[in-house]
């Protein structure tokens, strides 16, 4: 079935590092890659997306990129700040529906 | 901040109680959709509605009981729940299709 899988699963940085987290996903049918970032106690906010018609797509610090070939996909945070640490999930649309990645716990160290 | 409005914020309800969870959006998406997430998980899909028409109804009990009066409303009504059914459950919008969904706060459920 529809399955997408996230790593790592936890990430511990020093401020001012780059972190990357990666997905891969089974339907090579899927076209639409969003990410979210989830705070303690909060709705999950949409940080970044890219289609499948896209290699990569940057967003001030944020970027995302996606090899359809091998079926992954990343996000690469540069220059990172306290305020990153949070919980990002990865997804992708199969037909109309949005399947998760497991999750990783960013945490960013002062 | 998010334009989609969840109430309540918490609840608590016991088995035997009838309760219900509300969203509402100001973005004009046709499409609405709730979502349980459980503890340390990704959000799980349960419902979508397109142009207030249920589309998507992801094998859920019929303990819950979605309803979406009107193009910016979207209620979710809880009847006979179990303990395991103690989760955040979100509400998101979009316009549908192979689009950007946004999620609101989430509504956190203690079920006794």
């Known amino acids: 079935g529809e399955n997408v899988e996230q790593h790592p699963s936890t990430l511990s940085v020093q401020e001012g590092d780059s972190a990357v987290i990666k997905c891969t996903y089974s339907d090579s049918a899927s076209n639409y890659f969003p990410w979210y970032k989830q705070e303690l106690g909060k709705g999950p906010q949409l940080i970044i997306d890219?289609?499948?018609?896209?290699g990569e797509k940057k967003d001030q610090r944020i970027a995302v990129t996606l090899n359809k070939t091998a079926k992954h996909f990343s996000l690469h945070i540069t220059e990172t700040q306290p305020e990153d640490s949070a919980v990002y999930f990865c997804a992708a649309m199969f037909t109309d529906k949005l399947i998760f990645g497991t999750g990783t716990r960013l945490q960013v160290f002062p | 901040d998010t334009e989609v409005t969840q109430t309540p914020k918490h609840l608590v309800m016991g088995m035997t109680n009838k309760k219900s969870l509300k969203c509402e959006q100001h973005?004009?998406?046709?499409?609405m959709y709730w979502y349980k997430q459980k503890a340390k998980k990704p959000p799980e899909l349960m419902f979508v509605y397109s142009y207030e028409k249920l589309s998507i109804n992801e094998s859920v009990p019929s303990r819950f009981s979605p309803e979406c009066p009107n193009s910016s409303l979207l209620n979710l009504h809880l009847h006979a729940l179990q303990p395991e059914d103690s989760a955040l459950y979100l509400c998101?919008?979009?316009?549908?299709?192979?689009?950007?969904?946004?999620f609101g706060p989430g509504t956190r459920l203690t079920v006794l």
């Open positions: 890219i289609r499948s018609n896209v």
């Open positions: 998101a919008t979009g316009t549908g299709g192979i689009n950007e969904q946004f």
């Open positions: 973005m004009g998406h046709r499409a």
